[in-house]
């Protein structure tokens, strides 16, 4: 597409879900197949119609990890077979309406959006059109690109922006001093000095695939996560693989490579205590203590939270690092607590088919899934709530990102959520910790019988904008 490659052509932001333009674009978004995006096998998940509910007593396997005993495959039940119902618009009895409302949706259609970044009025979105775009103020505000590799994850660090791809390297970006529309790539992960000095030992070289070696530095598959350390000196690179490798952002040496899974690692999140948590299409979320070593560091196994049949595809930590999620392709998010010790705490069913992003935010919880909902809970005490069920994709929701709600003048935490899917589109949500409960739920009695439907949305207001894309050969 041209407007993809130049930027010639006018990019357009949040337009109107009602206008005759937003319908002819909703023909437009059609079904594509899905890229596998894990190697996952679907595991049956909340298929019947019972709502979104907090599960404390789930099974406990004889490891002691938490398991998914549901023989039922989705797959019988695709993403792209799934459709809309028409929800009725809320009564006049406030009881179960919600302040979570739609504000608008980004539709240039690039591509399926895979990644998404949000710091302060800034959003970065990542799509297989090897585009990284930035948008300011609900417009587009600059953009940048890669030759290579479609964007996989990004993560922001002061004023470095890192973005994993497809092709296994990681890019470093940063904001020009001249002018803060334009983005210069200042390095590659790993960098090319560091490639050709290791290159020169040949104790440096491992088996990566049977027949064919490759050094430690370098992901021969894509990056499926990135994470950043506490004290935002070390970057974590998750990627198909089954290893993860750990950068030293100053200087972007690569100084550990760990092969942590059996199988793809979809996920890392580096954590508390020095702990950095990873999970994996093998099933499993294994825990790894860091050590500091000189210069360098190294990370032991300290132990698996989780081990079971269906694949694990996100990962997430609580603001306040006192729980750690877990999203899984059977449609559930299993959570550990950090003061019992990282025991077992509960699981979270909200959707009928696989997670495939979470975020936090204050005492929210956000989960994407393949079922193109967006599932928010609220965490009070030892209790989560599902405060609202955001529907409106037309794709699975493949990325999340939150930044706090500076126009909020009231008193109540209010916080701005974008949505990536892969209907080519990115969606920005108002969502308020205070909203009341979509449905009532307890914590030893989960509801029985019918879910109740999400209360409408209502539509958003148009911009516009013009695009531009500063290319840089990788």
């Known amino acids: 597409m041209k407007g993809a490659r130049g930027g010639s052509r006018p990019g357009r932001i949040f337009s109107e879900e009602n206008s005759a333009r937003a319908q002819k674009f909703g023909r437009l978004k059609s079904s594509e197949p899905m890229d596998e995006d894990f190697s996952i096998p679907y595991c049956g998940g909340n298929n019947n119609n019972t709502p979104p509910i907090y599960d404390k007593a789930f099974a406990i396997a004889q490891d002691g990890s938490p398991t998914h005993n549901d023989s039922s495959s989705p797959f019988s039940k695709s993403p792209w077979s799934t459709h809309h119902v028409s929800v009725p618009p809320p009564s006049n009895n406030d009881d179960g309406f919600s302040p979570n409302v739609l504000i608008g949706s980004l539709v240039r259609e690039e591509g399926h959006i895979y990644s998404l970044a949000a710091a302060g009025d800034l959003l970065y979105t990542g799509s297989d059109s090897k585009n990284i775009r930035v948008w300011k103020n609900q417009r587009e505000f600059s953009g940048f690109k890669s030759n290579s590799g479609l964007v996989k994850a990004i993560v922001i660090s002061n004023e470095k922006i890192f973005s994993g791809h497809q092709d296994g390297k990681i890019r470093v970006w940063k904001v020009s001093s001249k002018d803060a529309s334009i983005h210069k790539r200042v390095g590659t992960l790993p960098t090319f000095k560091d490639f050709i000095k290791c290159s020169m030992k040949p104790s440096n070289y491992i088996e990566v ?76 979320v294994k825990v790894w203590r860091r050590e500091l070593q000189g210069k360098g560091t190294k990370h032991f196994f300290s132990q698996t939270l989780l081990k079971q049949e269906c694949a694990v595809t996100a990962l997430a930590i609580s603001p306040d690092a006192t729980i750690v999620y877990c999203g899984s392709s ?56 599902c405060l609202s ?35 080519k589109s990115v969606k920005m949500w108002r969502v308020s910790e205070q909203a009341p409960p979509l449905v009532s739920t307890t914590q030893q009695h989960p509801l029985e019988g019918h879910g109740v439907a999400p209360n409408s949305l209502p539509y958003a207001p148009s911009f516009s904008s013009q695009g531009r894309i500063c290319q840089k050969r990788s």
């Not at 009231?410 to 701005?416: A, L, T, V």
């Open 330 to 385: 059977d449609g559930l998010v299993n959570f550990w607590e950090r003061e019992l010790n990282l025991s077992h705490g509960g699981v979270l069913r909200g959707h009928k088919l696989a997670i495939l992003c979470l975020v936090t935010a204050g005492n929210l919880v956000f989960s994407g899934s393949a079922d193109m909902s967006i599932c928010i809970w609220r965490r009070k005490e030892n209790e989560h709530i």
């Open 209 to 284: 695939r049977r027949h064919r070696n490759g050094l430690w530095i370098k992901h021969f598959d894509a990056i499926s996560s990135l994470s950043m350390s506490e004290d935002q000196n070390l970057l974590y690179s998750a990627s198909w693989d089954k290893t993860f490798k750990v950068w030293r952002t100053s200087d972007y040496k690569c100084l550990e490579s760990v092969i942590a899974h059996d199988d793809a690692v979809n996920s890392i999140v580096a954590g508390f205590d020095g702990l950095v948590f990873t999970g994996s299409a093998d099933g499993t």
């Open 389 to 423: 069920m955001l529907t409106g994709h037309s794709g699975p929701v493949k990325c999340l990102a939150v930044e706090k709600d500076d126009e909020s003048l009231s008193r109540e935490k209010r916080w701005i959520l974008y949505s990536g899917s892969l209907d």
